[in-house]
Every structure is written in C-alpha cells, then in structure tokens.
C-alpha cells in the first residue's frame, strides 16, 4: 500500500495550526535566551499575536470551504464545525492572555514566560481535537491539551493549594485518559480502524453481536469526556484545582480546555455512537437517554452545591459543572425533522459561557489584586469603590443566570425549546428549576457589591487590559441579547449536517 503524504499545498490548510507551533517554539527559545531579570511582558504579546495570525488563518483557509477537506485519509478534518470551534478556542485563549499581560508576577507564578507560550500548545491541542478525523489524531490532540494544563495548573510551585490540585488534576486526568484509551480500544478491535466515519460504517453493519462490546465502549468514553468537561459525577477534581490554580490557568479551564472537549465529545457521540444506521435501534435510545441523564445531574449538583460556597473560585467551579449539564443537552436530544438546530444552540451558547466566564475570571483577578482574597466577602462595598466595573459584573452575572437582555438568557432559552420541540419534557424541566435555583448564588454576589460595605478595603487596581476584558466580555453579552437570531442564523446557514458532522462529505 502506498504511504499517505502530505502535499505542499496543504501546509496552507494547516497555516492556524503551524502558526501556533512556530510561535511556542520561538517563545521558548527567547524565554530560554533571555536573562532572567528582564521583564517578560511582551511575551504575552507576542503569543496574543500568534494567537491572533491564527485566528485570521482560520478565517480565510479553513472557514466555510466549499467543500470538507480530508487530510491523511481522514485524520484531520477541515470544515465548519471544526473552523468555528477553533475561532471559539482561539478567541478564549486570547482573551485570556490579553487579561493577563500585565497581572502575572514572579511572585506567584515564578516563570511567567513559560505561562505565556506554555497556552500555545495547550490550545493548539485543543484545535487537533476539533478537527479529529481518526482516534489516533484525537488522542494526541487530546493529551498534547492535557499534559500543559497539568504544567499550568502546577505553576504555583509555592502554594500548597495549588501543589494540591495539580496532584489531583494529574492524577484523575491520566484515569480519564485511559479510560477514553480503553474504550477506544474496543472500537479499534471491533471494527480494525481508527477513522471515525469508517468505524461508523462497520458498526451499522455488525448487528447485534457487537451490541456488548459498542456499550462497553460507550460508557468508557463517556466517563473519561465526563472527567475533561467536569460533568457529574465525574466533577470532583473542579473545585479543588479551579482554587489551587492561578486565576488565569482556571479560567483557560473553565473556557478554552472545556469547550474542546466538548467539540470531540459532539462529534464521536454523534458520527460513532448515535450516526444515522444506529438511530431508532434501541441502542440508540440508551446512548441518548445516558447523556440526559449526565446532563440532568450535572445541572442539579452543580447548582444546589454552588448555594453552599463562600470562595469565589469554588462557587464558578460548581456554576460550570452546571452549565456544563446545559451544554450536553443539545448533544442528547438528538436531530431530529422537527429540530436540527442542536449544533447552532449548543455553539451559540458557547460562545455566550466563553464571554460571561472569562469576564467573571477577569473581575476576580481584580478583586484579588486589590483585597489578596477570593471569597465572596471579598466584591462587598464593590459598587461604592469602583461603579463601573461593578456594572459591568451585573451584566456578567446576568448572563451567567440566564436573565433578558444577557446571550446567556437566549441560549438557555433556544436550548430548552430544543428540549420541548423533541419532547423531553423532563428534562427542559430540569433546566427550568435549576436555573431558577442559580438566582439566589449568583444574586448573593450582586448583594455583596451594591448591600455590603467593606470599609477596610483599599481602591481597586485593575490593569488596562483587566478592565477592558471585563467589559469587553460585558458588552458582547449583551449584543448577544440584543442580536440573538442574527448568530444563531449565521451558524445554521454554514452548518451541514452530513458533511461537517457525519463527514459524508
């Protein structure tokens, strides 16, 4: 059999790829030269440059081709579904790294070069995953993600809180990634390869003799996706490294690391384990009510628990387990003739977590910088000390409520009719409830800044590039609100079913 090579004029298909993989190694190399008392600052610009020649690759190379693009007989894939997922992961990684330039110290993080370039590979990792067209390819996006966010949450050499989680992280991590390992195995043996759609094929034509050995794998896989996206109960690992990792690795966590997690988990469970040749068999409808049940879990433990947190850090961790249970409904209800917009929901309302979380992540690096505490009691008096940036929190929290006005309203709200329309009454009642519990923790922090004075507190001090992420993050909440169907249209009209999710194409 002749081997499979790259052709020169693919290289410009992988120009958002290759941009990050320069940038990572010239960054090293000039951290690496560099002495150690100059100031790295302007490594972070660098690497918000790179991040942001990729983003614009992304934009003219890979965005709405006229038809997918198989590299290596499938191993990575160039659509839409992969194109827009990216500028979402590139988009967070950027953000984070602006609201960090300026923010991190030696003090705390006593490598601050490293934490720069270290986000590059990190995301770069994540890209792989989007665009995974073989197991193979997967995992190795997968655990190049991994292995650096073990590295970033472990920066913190100096806090025993931090030493702490990392631990944890690496730990639960490496189990998570056996097991997805494993499960994968079994798809491999099944079927004898490793591209996804050829694995979807195989499987339609097995029957039922392989109905064991496809659940078996099924759940293995889950369970280790469960771990990356911090769904319950695989969330245990979220609140203990969310505190124990700088402010800035947390939030690329909670955005950027869980976002790409959830690009692959929307993929495999739909071209594998619920394709067209599966769907209406029985096996099916386990695979699809296992993930409402994930789904449901998730938005109940993450909601009632974050009504008992006083950390700040904590009660997001618990509020993105829960919004977590959201994101996985539009994967578990299927596509259907009455509702095929699961995709542009789940994307919209991706886009509306990024900006609300990042911007909450941005405010509580300010809160810190100014007070050294993470606890609720930390934002009391904020209204009276800093006006607008305690505006600009509201507007963050009422996204993350899912109040009017806020992207975060209309993208639980496209979700939950997504729900009804397929009539999993349950479950959109499940969404209803739980995001009305999530008014009393979220409206505990409003509280703190407009009802609780702190007079020992000093003026805040944010950075340039804190305060402009936090209404950055801010304003694009509200357009979100306010231009709702515009996004939502724009994501279905490039969006193919056949071709971007099920790669017929």
């Known amino acids: 059999m002749e081997p499979i090579r790259l052709q020169f004029h693919d290289l410009g298909l992988l120009a958002p790829e290759l941009t990050l993989v320069a940038a990572a190694v010239i960054l090293s190399l000039i951290d690496l030269l560099l002495p150690r008392q100059n100031s790295r600052v302007w490594l972070g610009w660098l690497s918000l440059l790179s991040l942001a020649l990729s983003a614009m690759f992304v934009v003219l190379y890979q965005l709405n081709p006229v038809e997918p693009r198989q590299l290596l007989e499938f191993s990575y894939r160039i659509d839409d579904f992969a194109s827009v997922l990216k500028l979402i992961l590139l988009a967070g990684a950027g953000l984070i790294t602006f609201m960090s330039i300026g923010s991190v110290n030696e003090e705390e993080i006593p490598h601050v070069g490293e934490f720069y370039y270290l986000l590059l590979p990190a995301t770069l990792g994540g890209m792989i995953m989007a665009s995974s067209g073989d197991l ?8 190049l993600l991994s292995i650096t966010s073990y590295i970033l949450v ?25 097991l997805i390992l494993y499960g994968m195995s079994f798809l491999y043996g099944m079927t004898g390869t490793t591209v996804i759609p050829q694995i979807s094929s195989v499987l339609e034509q097995g029957g039922e003799a392989l109905q064991p050995m496809i659940y078996l794998s099924f759940f293995l896989i889950l369970a280790g996706f469960g771990f990356k996206v911090a769904a319950s109960p695989f969330h245990t690992w979220a609140p203990d490294v969310y505190q124990g990792a700088p402010t800035q690795v947390t939030a690329f966590l909670a955005v950027v690391s ?42 109940i433990v993450g909601n009632f628990t974050a009504l008992r947190q006083t950390n700040m850090k904590r009660l997001l961790a618990y509020s993105g387990i829960a919004n977590t249970g959201y994101l996985l409904v539009p994967i578990a209800v299927q596509f259907t003739i009455v509702h095929f917009s699961n995709f542009a929901e789940f994307t919209f309302y991706l ?16 809160v810190e910088r100014s007070t050294g505490g993470q606890e609720l009691k ?8 800093a006006p607008g940036l305690a505006i600009a929190t ?25 729900t009804m329309q397929t009539q999993h009454y349950w479950l959109g009642a499940v969404m209803i409830v739980t ?11 409003i509280r703190q800044m407009f009802m609780r004075s702190d007079d020992e507190a000093g003026p805040l001090r944010p ?31 490039i969006f193919s079913l056949g071709q971007d999710l099920f790669m017929f194409g």
């Open 154 to 178: 472990a920066m913190r050499k100096k806090h025993l809180q931090s030493n702490e989680g990392a631990f944890k992280y690496l730990v639960l991590g490496g189990i998570s990634s056996a």
């Open 463 to 493: 950075t340039i590039q804190l305060s402009i992420t936090v209404w950055l993050c801010a304003g694009i909440g509200v357009l979100l609100g306010l231009y709702p169907q515009g996004v939502l249209a724009y994501l279905e009209r």
């Open 351 to 366: 886009i509306a977590y990024l900006f609300m979380n990042v911007g909450m992540f941005a405010m509580l690096m300010i």
């Open 435 to 445: 995001s009305v519990v999530s008014f009393y923790y979220y409206f505990g922090l």
């Open 136 to 143: 193979i390819t997967l995992f190795v996006g997968l655990e």
């Open 394 to 418: 509201v507007l963050l929290v009422l996204s993350l409520a899912g109040l009017p006005i806020s992207g975060g309203f209309f993208g639980k709200l496209y979700i939950m009719l997504g």
């Open 378 to 385: 930390a934002f009391a008096g904020l209204y009276y000390r």
């Open 258 to 299: 869980k976002a790409a997690a959830f690009a692959i988990l929307f993929r495999v469970m739909y071209t594998v384990f619920a394709s067209p040749g599966i769907m209406g068999s029985p096996i099916h409808d386990d695979f699809l009510t296992a993930l409402m049940v994930v789904a449901a879990a998730a938005m």
